[in-house]
Each structure stands twice: as C-alpha cells, then as structure tokens.
C-alpha cells in the first residue's frame, strides 16, 4: 500500500503562489512515478502535472510554464510550485501514484494511489 497526503493549500490572490506539498508513505518506491490532479466540483477530475523517474516532467496546457512538479527523493514528497495563479486555478488539489499507465500520464484512471486532497482558492 501506498499512502499519500497532501497539504500546503490554501486562499491566495491571483498572481500569487502556493506550493503544495504531497509526503508518500508505505512503498516509496513504487510511487516514483506520480501526479497532480485536480477537481472544481461537478466537473471532471484535471491532470495537471505528471513526473516519471526516467523521462522527467509533463504539464497541461492549462499550468504550463506557471507550475512545477518536483520530487525529493530523500524525503519521499512530491511538489507542486505554482506561480502567477488565476481564479480559474481554484479547486481542490489531489497527488496521485504509482503510474501504471505507459503513455497519457495525466489520465486520472493511470494512478491507483490518492491522497485526500487540498484547496486551493484563487480570488480575483
């Protein structure tokens, strides 16, 4: 079992930053392969960010050049540093891991890993 939480969410105005913070328990190394989710409620679930132990980073369209998913090996937690956030970017923030998926790393239906999540509120 992997076990996951995140934290580091909260309310920001837009342009600000947040960092998100997501500390991996249980089989560390099976979770190498992880990502960033996220969800407004009523709609689907958004990939955002995606990290692979060999190939390195993959963002959306929609974070792109404003966010940064890293890992620190060491201490077993996934990051998400988000610069220049819009209102648009409210919503709650959910790490996932252990990828089985070989390509489409953003497809929620890849991780069977997930943490419980952390809001993010962007005011305008």
């Known amino acids: 079992q992997v076990q996951l939480m995140e934290s580091g969410g909260g309310s920001v105005q837009a342009g600000g930053s947040l960092t998100l913070s997501c500390v991996v328990s249980?089989?560390?190394?099976?979770?190498?392969?992880m990502g960033w989710f996220r969800q407004v409620l009523g709609k689907e679930r958004e990939g955002i960010a995606a990290?692979?132990?060999?190939?390195?980073?993959t963002y959306a369209d929609s974070v792109k050049g404003r966010f940064t998913i890293s890992r620190d090996n060491a201490k077993n937690i996934l990051s998400l540093q988000m610069n220049s956030l819009k209102p648009e970017d409210t919503a709650m923030y959910y790490c996932?891991?252990?990828?089985?998926?070989?390509?489409?790393?953003?497809?929620?239906?890849?991780?069977?890993?997930w943490g419980q999540g952390t809001q993010v509120t962007v005011s305008s």
């Open positions: 249980g089989h560390p190394s099976r979770s190498a392969d």
């Open positions: 996932a891991a252990d990828r089985t998926c070989v390509s489409g790393w953003l497809r929620s239906e890849c991780y069977p890993y």
């Open positions: 990290n692979d132990r060999d190939l390195g980073p």
